[in-house]
């Protein structure tokens, strides 16, 4: 079955610091790839996503690249901001976006 | 985009009561899911629930334990029955609309 494995947190950087949170991923065939936000006292938003091979998902100076050859989806941001701490899941789901299937979830903790 | 909203945002239940859990979106939508998420664990989806049919159920969650409702296409309900301390969780509810799935801000379930 599909499942995605994401580096466990909580990960905590000072502000401008550079963030990668890594995430690798198992499925049968062509799954799409998503990474979710969830900032304290809020539900789940999507961040980004990206749905073949080599494509490059950004949002809000957030990036990440499906690498079909790795099964990976790694998240980065040049420059982080303590308006960036939040808890942010890496996801898949098959064709027919049905079924999502979340990793643990790594906490981000942005300090001054 | 999808607006979805939760009742209650959070609750405190004794051990062996139930509790329902609303979610309403504010268009039409087909398809509906509830998911757990646990403390310091990923998401899991516990059922999708269509309109005009019965609800399907993951591996591991029974109709017994957490029957759903779906009357309308912008309403649904989740129970939780006979609580126990193991359901202490944060329910989400969600749906899908034009490939993006939009999750409501969660129930936030405590059991004593």
Redesign the interface.
């Known amino acids: 079955g599909n499942s995605?494995t994401q580096m466990e947190g909580p990960v905590t950087l000072s502000e401008e610091a550079f963030l990668t949170i890594n995430c690798t991923y198992t499925a049968t065939g062509y799954p799409s790839l998503f990474w979710?936000v969830q900032y304290p006292g809020?539900?789940?938003?999507?961040l980004l996503?990206a749905t073949k091979a080599d494509d490059k998902g950004s949002n809000k100076g957030f990036e990440a690249t499906y690498r079909k050859e790795t099964t990976s989806f790694h998240l980065e941001k040049g420059s982080v901001q303590v308006s960036d701490s939040a808890v942010y899941?890496c996801a898949l789901?098959g064709r027919g976006?049905?079924?999502?299937t979340?990793?643990?979830?790594t906490k981000l903790q942005v300090i001054p | 985009s999808a607006v979805i909203s939760q009742k209650p945002s959070r609750d405190i239940c004794q051990r062996g009561t139930s509790l329902t859990i609303q979610c309403q979106v504010d268009s039409q939508v087909t398809m509906m899911f509830w998911y757990r998420q646990q403390p310091g664990q990923s998401l899991t989806l516990i059922a999708t629930a269509n309109q005009g049919s019965e609800a399907t159920y993951e591996s591991g969650f029974v109709i017994d334990k957490f029957p759903i409702s779906r009357p309308n296409l912008t309403f649904s309900t989740l129970t939780v029955s006979n609580m126990s301390p193991e359901d202490s969780s944060i329910y989400l509810c969600s749906e899908i609309t034009g490939n993006e799935q939009f999750f409501g801000p969660g129930t936030r379930l405590t059991v004593l």
Do not use: A, M, T
């Open positions: 995605v979710y809020e539900g789940l938003q999507l996503k899941f789901s976006y049905q079924k999502v979340f990793g643990i979830g």
